[in-house]
C-alpha cells in the first residue's frame, strides 16, 4: 500500500499510533513504562511495553526483523494484532487496528522504516 507510488514514512505510522491511544495518552506511561512511545522515530525505535504490574518488558521493534520481510514477527505487530506473552491484544479494550493500519505499519517496517 503505497500513496502515490511514495513508500509509507513514519509521519503515517505515528499517525497512525497516535489514533489508537487517542484520548489515553495520560495513562501510557503509567501502564506501559517511560520507555514507550513514538513522540519521534528515535523513541519508537528503542520503545519497549512493560506489560503493567508484569516482566517481562517487550521491545516493540527488534531491529534484527527490520527491513528483511518479517514484520509481522515484531512485538508491536503481534500486540496489535493477537496480543503478546499472554496479554490481550492491544490498544487495551479497543478499537483495534483496522487490517489497512496494520498492513501500513508492516510495510514500513519491512521498508527498513524509512523518514
Ligand atoms: C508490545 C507489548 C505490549 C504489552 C505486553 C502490553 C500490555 C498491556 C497491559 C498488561 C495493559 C494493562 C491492561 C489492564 O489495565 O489490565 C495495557 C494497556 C494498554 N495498552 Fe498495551 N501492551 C503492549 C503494547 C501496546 C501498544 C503497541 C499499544 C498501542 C499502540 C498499547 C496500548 C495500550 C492502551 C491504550 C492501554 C490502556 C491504557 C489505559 O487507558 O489504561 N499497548 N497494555
Known amino acids: ?51 503493567f504490574g508484569a516482566d517481562p518488558a517487550f521491545r516493540l521493534i527488534d531491529p534484527s526483523l527490520v527491513g528483511v520481510g518479517r514484520a509481522k514477527e515484531t ?13 490481550e491484544r492491544m490498544p487495551f479494550g479497543g478499537p483495534y487496528a483496522t487490517p489497512e493500519q496494520l498492513a501500513l505499519i508492516a510495510e514500513w517496517i519491512d521498508n527498513g522504516m524509512p523518514d
Open 75 to 87: 512485538n508491536i505487530y503481534i500486540a496489535l494484532t493477537a496480543g503478546i506473552g499472554g496479554f
Open 1 to 51: 500500500m503505497t500513496n502515490c507510488g511514495k513508500p509509507v514514512g513514519f509521519a503515517e505510522v505515528k499517525a497512525i499510533l497516535d489514533l489508537l491511544v487517542q484520548g489515553r495518552e495520560d495513562n501510557l506511561s503509567f501502564v506501559h513504562g517511560d520507555a514507550f512511545g513514538w513522540a519521534d522515530k528515535a523513541m519508537l525505535v528503542s520503545a519497549v511495553a512493560r506489560p
